[in-house]
């Protein structure tokens, strides 16, 4: 696992739009999957800003979509692909043929998961993952008491995630499931970004980067996977006690 700390939020998304260039370099269709959340905006707003002015063209890369509010989908302000259209797929005029995203109002919510699947597969897997934390440990929708192999389903979501989640939403939401690529089909990207900042995710981020691996903390669960690279902020760092 590597691990780069920068001193605030908007240096860690310019020190992550650097390494997602270098990893992608020479790539000639690459697949991302870009995490939704107030964590990676500002990593988002870079990437936006390098490709108007020509450091980087996202118009040669591929997304798919990390999870969706079920009963939701883009065109719900508040869900998860709203705010993705909003932070990076409108302002880099991403065409919607390079995006692969659950629709959380589908009514076969399991043909949108083996349709995800298939995207992910039939492009050759996925270069990198854009990950955040929640604060009870989740990655993607996938709450505590995870399976570590799981692949694309539909989830209950925990208490907290229903509770936090309101943050993206103008007024109160039902956020009781969510739709989500598992764990299992995360971990076989060639590349994790975990992205943490803030100081009311440094609890968490010392549980998962130094606590016990445990389903109870799904971010711990991708610490063996050779591709870990974890970037925070000082907030998010500043309970770990390697220094
Ligand atoms: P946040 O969400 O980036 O909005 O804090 C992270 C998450 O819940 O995975």
Not at 115 to 135: C, D, S
Not at 172 to 180: D, S
């Amino acid at each position: 696992m590597k691990l780069t700390i920068g001193a605030t939020p908007e240096i860690v998304g310019v020190q992550v739009a650097d390494r997602l260039g270098q990893c992608l370099e020479g790539v000639k269709a690459p697949l991302v999957c870009p995490a939704s959340g107030t964590t990676p905006a500002p990593l988002y707003h870079e990437l936006v800003r390098r490709h108007r002015s020509g450091g980087i063209d996202l118009s040669t890369w591929y997304f798919v979509g990390l999870d969706e509010w079920v009963g939701l989908n883009g065109s719900d302000e508040g869900s998860c692909r709203w705010w993705l259209d909003k932070d990076l797929f409108l302002p880099s005029g991403i065409g919607q043929d390079r995006i692969c995203f659950f629709d959380g109002r589908a009514s076969d919510l399991a043909g949108e998961c083996a349709a995800t699947e298939r995207f992910i597969a039939g492009r050759g897997g996925m270069n990198v993952v854009i990950l955040g934390i929640g604060t009870n440990g989740h990655i993607a929708m996938n709450e505590p008491g995870t399976d570590v192999a799981a692949r694309s389903r539909v989830v209950e979501l925990h208490p907290t995630t229903q509770s936090v989640g309101q943050k993206y939403f103008t007024s109160q939401t039902e956020l009781e499931k969510g739709i989500t690529l598992g764990l299992g089909t995360i971990r076989e990207a060639r590349h994790i970004f975990l992205l943490a900042t803030g100081e009311h995710k440094a609890s968490i981020i010392q549980q998962a980067l130094e606590g016990p691996v445990s389903a109870d903390v799904p971010a711990s669960l991708l610490r063996d996977h050779p591709g870990l690279e974890v970037w925070l902020d000082e907030a998010a760092a500043g309970r770990l006690s390697r220094g």
